[in-house]
């Protein structure tokens, strides 16, 4: 594992965030007032971190980790811009069946049925969510991850459903013999000890084969081990920075 860099990035990342960050100029008398400026201050930058993680801190992270066990990697790439009309019936042939309950989720048969129309019929341009996480094995298999909230909404996962068959269209519009995986990532179940709740996305992703989550993520990317380092260098960046983030919410306490 690259500690050096990753410990790199997560600096960079909170100082980068320090001289950014403006809270919102709302006035909470109220919270202010019981909780102290400080201490909302905080709560603010936490809740601000939070919605930028993904793209500031988990896929930069994810490059680093995977670039010792793939030949590519890379984030916020496009899948592609084109598929056939025959592809683009058999994902609503698909999405129709999963959401009437009347087909179950099955990756592999999934993409074959993609992999025998990618060529056939007109080409439509199409804009497909950007691939947070690309990667390339030695062996040319590609995996590609749509990295999410740790607990995203439920009906949000038929358009999740309907990404990854997408980007998996368009990758056989350019090869169609192309060994493709296409994933949705959870950095960390938040349920833990307990496991993670999938029964939310059950009838609509092939679990198996279409969801890593936590442990299961960062081990897959980073190998056996990857995910429990991980949290020893996140830590090890907080205990060193402890004092520089002090100091900066200091000035909230006037």
Known sequence: MNINIIEDILKISLRNKFQNYNPEP????????????????LYSFIHSLSTNFGTAIFEPVAIALAELRFKNSLKQQTAGNQ???GAHKVIQD?????????????????????????????MNTVRPTKVDL??????????????KTAKPNAGGFREFKRTLLEWTACIFVKN?????????????NPYEPEPYKRWT??????LDKELKVGKEFWDF?????????????????????????DNYFKKFQK
């Open 201 to 206: 996305m059950r009838g609509m992703l092939d």
């Open 83 to 85: 598929i056939s009309s």
């Open 221 to 245: 990317i980073g190998g056996e081990g990857a995910y429990e380092s991980l949290l020893d260098c996140f830590e090890k960046v907080g205990i060193e920075m402890r004092e520089e983030i």
């Open 176 to 188: 169609p013999n192309a060994k493709v995986n296409t994933l949705i990532a959870i950095p960390y």
């Open 94 to 122: 698909i999405m129709n069946g999963l959401e009437t309950a009347t087909k179950e989720p099955n990756k592999e048969k999934e993409i074959e049925l993609l992999r025998e129309v990618s060529q056939i019929g007109e």
């Open 134 to 147: 690309w990667l390339e094995s030695e062996s040319n298999e590609l995996f590609l991850f749509d990295i």
């Open 26 to 41: 709302a006035s909470m008398p109220f919270h202010t007032r019981l909780l102290g400026k400080d201490r909302l201050a």
